[in-house]
């Protein structure tokens, strides 16, 4: 233990007491400080409890009128290792996390989250049999949890998680990650879900969600089978008309990060409804705007669609060449549109070679109103090498305007960080701001030296700054 450290030597109830005042996100930080903060959580609010009766135990603390004041969390041990952490945060938050128990060899399971579901007799098998997973509340006794997060579920607890989640028909964001062992997601009435987070689940190769168009939708991991069953309503500006859209996200963001590379097979489906108001026959009809896709054909033209109007994306440049590129006109007047709302853009690649920067400038030319793009250089990401020869198209459009910052991380040759840089000066109208990450913390900017080279150029070098984060700050989708 560090000789400076006072805290830790403090008896247990005054360590639970601070914790109590820390936001859980905070709280359960805490177990990584040290053998003693650990040791700290297996003592609190030790329940020897059934998976069953852990749900049973949370569904009555999310009664707002039967809640604890002073009890905010507890752990339930199953035996076998097995743990799950349990809290009740501010804003309607739950958290529930199976992280601190023996993670044992993940079993194969399907997971089926109806966040609405219906009478028993309407579930699909095996679920309908199962006598474990108690029947949803009425409506009146069901909870306004509007934040869920599940972290690290198995096959063991999947099952009365699933009754668990039925009765939260307000949930708006869901978060699930590092669930080893889920091999298929099928996420269903998710009317009200506004944001969905799905991070690190190692063995998934199958994503259905059906629901509301997402303002938000972050997904970490390898580019499975997806598809989406949309069943909201979108409205035209101009005609005021409703329209059923296979558009999966509005506005918001999308995390795209296949750094991870694909499947052997993949597919990214919309599938539509099949009631269609006028507005959206039209649609139908215009064969510019048809996808192959709604007659299930494997293609990635309606996950170009799905991210239509989002202000700040996340994207592999693989993915982007598997994708979209090969769709690209000799012009990029037909889908600009489709980018003409990013604001934020964050680039990964396992390289910077010259036909690499020709995607990423390629990409770039699509995106008019772009302010702050992030680059970064992954040596683990998905390497899947050029196939197609940029130059002749990333000669392009005028100057990007709006953008003002570069950040680049990842790179461990300044050279060819510098190179990357005289690639991207022509495309600002204003001096720009383009600065690096490396070494941590440390943030160097690029700055032009009063010196002409050989053949008539400003050299440019790195210098450090200091306060790197009011600089420019990390992007929305980074440290999750």
């Not at 329940?47 to 009128?65: F, G, H, K, Q």
């Not at 579920?153 to 699933?162: G, I, N, P, Q």
């Not at 790195?462 to 992007?475: A, G, L, Q, T, W």
Request: overall charge positive; hydrophobic content about 40%; glycine content about 4%.
């Amino acid at each position: 233990m560090d000789p400076k450290d006072f805290i830790s030597c403090l008896p247990d109830e005054i360590l639970f007491r601070i914790i109590t005042f820390l936001p859980f996100e905070s709280a359960i930080q805490t177990t990584f400080l040290s053998t003693r903060w650990k040791d700290l959580w297996k003592k609190a609010l030790v329940l020897n409890r059934t998976i069953e009766d852990a749900v049973a135990i949370i569904l009555s603390y999310l009664d707002e009128l039967h809640r604890p004041t002073n009890q905010w969390g507890f752990q339930f041990n199953f035996g076998h290792g097995r743990v799950l952490f349990a809290a009740i945060a501010t804003n309607n938050t739950l958290h529930l996390d199976f992280s601190l128990g023996e993670q044992e060899f993940p079993m194969l399971f399907d997971w089926l989250l109806p966040l609405n579901l219906p009478s028993r007799h309407k579930w699909p098998f095996p679920y309908m049999r199962d006598e474990k997973i108690n029947p949803p509340l009425s409506p009146d006794q069901q909870f306004k949890i509007k934040t869920l997060y599940l972290i690290s579920v198995s096959r063991f607890s999947s099952r009365a998680l699933t009754s668990l989640v039925s009765n939260l028909p307000f949930l708006e964001s869901l978060t699930i990650a590092k669930c080893n062992g889920v091999q298929s997601l099928d996420i269903e009435d998710a009317a009200r879900l506004q944001k969905l987070v799905v991070l690190d689940c190692q063995q998934l190769e199958y994503f259905c969600f059906g629901g509301s168009c997402l303002n938000s939708f972050r997904y970490r991991g390898r580019l499975v089978s997806f598809r989406f069953k949309l069943s909201c309503k979108c409205y035209c500006s101009d005609l005021r008309l409703p329209f059923l859209s296979d558009c999966a996200f509005h506005k918001g963001d999308a995390m795209l990060d296949f750094r991870q590379g694909p499947l052997t097979q993949w597919t990214w489906e919309v599938e539509k409804p099949h009631v269609y108001s006028p507005f959206y026959l039209g649609l139908m009809m215009d064969t510019s705007s048809y996808c192959g896709c709604a007659n299930k054909f494997k293609c990635f033209n309606s996950i170009v669609k799905s991210i239509n109007g989002v202000q700040s994306l996340t994207l592999c440049r693989w993915f982007f060449e598997k994708s979209i590129c090969k769709n690209l006109p000799s012009s990029s007047g037909d889908i600009e549109i489709c980018f003409k709302q990013l604001k934020d853009l964050w680039w990964i690649d396992c390289s910077m070679e010259r036909e690499n920067i020709n995607a990423l400038i390629c990409f770039l030319n699509l995106c008019p109103n772009l302010e702050r793009l992030y680059v970064t250089i992954d040596h683990k990401c998905y390497d899947l090498p050029c196939t197609e020869k940029f130059s002749g198209i990333v000669s392009g459009p005028d100057k990007l305007n709006d953008l003002k910052v570069v950040k680049l991380e990842g790179y461990s040759d300044e050279k060819k960080e510098i190179f990357l840089a005289r690639r991207l000066v022509p495309l600002f109208r204003d001096s720009p701001l383009i600065i690096s990450k490396s070494n941590g913390t440390c943030l160097r900017q690029l700055v032009k030296v009063r010196k002409l080279e050989k053949k008539g150029k400003y050299p440019y070098k790195f210098k450090v700054v200091e306060n790197p984060h009011e600089i420019c700050p990390d992007h929305v989708h980074m440290n999750l």
